[in-house]
């Protein structure tokens, strides 16, 4: 902005979220921010968590490319598909010794959030910058049948690859 005006290039940005194929890709994670979503007229229920947006990383023809990854805190299932990307986004690989370690390293640490406003605890936001694997796959949306990425697992940097 100069001088009180500002002059859009809509060219300049990207609109749509990309459904990349199915595979492994590295991603650096951005600045997280919680949110909340009221159930609809047709008695869904509401679900809650926290949006990292995260950066293609690797070499390649994606790299660069923009996509979010949203944790989910309303199901049991959904507290523990997020457990497993921040184990990974800090560097924990999978298994039970590595889980106990990743409890007592994360004990005590501000996990709050703020669904009003968007505000997460500090530990959220000692996820950003870091790279991740994420292993990608498409599905179809169950409301519009459109293509939509599903993640479907992650490892840290250095892990061992998941298994397909």
């Known amino acids: 902005m100069t001088g009180g005006r500002y002059e859009f290039n809509p060219s300049a940005v990207t609109a749509s979220i990309e459904v990349f194929p199915k595979g492994e890709y590295e991603f650096q994670v951005g600045e997280p921010k919680a ?13 809650f968590g926290v949006r ?36 990974a986004v800090m560097g924990y690989g999978k298994g039970e010794t590595e889980e106990k370690r990743f409890d007592a390293d994360m004990t005590g640490k501000d996990w709050s959030a703020n669904y009003e406003g968007g505000d997460v605890g500090q530990a959220y936001r000692e996820m950003t910058g870091m790279r991740v694997i994420g292993q990608l796959d498409i599905t179809k949306n169950n409301r519009t049948g459109e293509p939509m990425q599903q993640f479907k697992s992650w490892r840290p940097i250095g892990g061992e690859p998941i298994a397909q």
């Open 35 to 47: 949110f909340a979503k009221e159930g609809d007229d047709e008695g869904k229920g509401g679900n």
């Open 52 to 87: 990292f947006p995260i950066v293609i990383k690797a070499p390649g023809q994606y790299e660069g490319k923009r996509t979010v990854s949203s944790i989910y805190f309303h199901s049991e299932g959904g507290r523990s598909f997020a457990k497993q990307f921040m184990m």
